[in-house]
């Protein structure tokens, strides 16, 4: 008995938490059983190792223990929130997976995209989405959408256009698990997409 796996992935500030926030309201109105959750994942663990990540205390963190720790963090957090619901029967949705652990951690630092894939697929288990929700958006206009465009750097554009020719090469070469989404649409018309696409999977189970 296994329930949906839902995940969230694009750029920052594309969308992805306000869609959250719209199917969790939704499926609360369908009482259909469901939870949200994020990642970095917000278990016990997962803080720890962030706060190691991140504490400046620590100085120099390698890309690579950096990466691990990432991984251990999503390895609980599968095994401690995402699993135990599916297990469940319920709808989990998740606002970032994997893909956005390979995307940002992959391109533009000195690790293997394969590398990177490898570990944190291997964190979770294996585990894959029912389905994947990307919300595409050109990162130049995206960047418009945030604050102040100057402050960001051509590197860290390049390292936008690099993550999200990743995501859009993952859901080309997987169409049956991946909705693929243009972020500048209205809230609602891509939260009737979503919906849509989850009703059809839901009816598809039953
Ligand atoms: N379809 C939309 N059209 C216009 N603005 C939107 C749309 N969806 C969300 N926004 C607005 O864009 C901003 C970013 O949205 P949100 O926080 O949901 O993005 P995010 O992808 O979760 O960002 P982050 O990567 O920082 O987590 C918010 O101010 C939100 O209200
Ligand atoms: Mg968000």
Do not use: C
């Amino acid at each position: 008995m296994s329930g949906l796996f839902v995940v969230f992935e694009g750029g920052d500030s594309v969308g992805k938490s306000t869609q959250v926030d719209l199917l969790d309201g939704w499926l609360t109105t369908q009482a259909i059983a469901h939870r949200t959750t994020r990642q970095p994942g917000g278990t016990e663990v997962g803080a720890e190792l962030r706060r190691l990540v991140l504490d400046p205390v620590f100085g120099d963190v390698s890309p690579r223990a950096e990466a691990l720790m990432y991984a251990a963090d999503k390895a609980q957090h599968v095994h401690e929130v995402i699993a135990p619901a599916l297990r469940r029967g319920e709808v989990v949705v998740s606002d970032r997976y994997v893909l956005s652990m390979i995307a940002y951690q992959g391109a533009g630092r000195e690790l293997e995209m394969d590398d990177i894939a490898h570990i944190g697929w291997w964190a979770v288990g294996g585990l894959r989405p029912d389905l994947t929700v990307l919300l595409d958006a050109d990162p130049d206009e995206a960047v418009a959408r945030i604050a102040d465009k100057d402050r960001l750097e051509q590197a860290g554009l390049d390292l936008h256009h690099r993550a999200r020719g990743f995501f859009l090469d993952q859901a080309a070469a997987d169409p049956g698990h991946f909705l693929v989404l243009n972020a500048r649409d209205t809230r609602e018309a891509i939260a009737a997409a979503i919906q849509e696409r989850i009703s059809a999977l839901l009816a598809d189970r039953a």
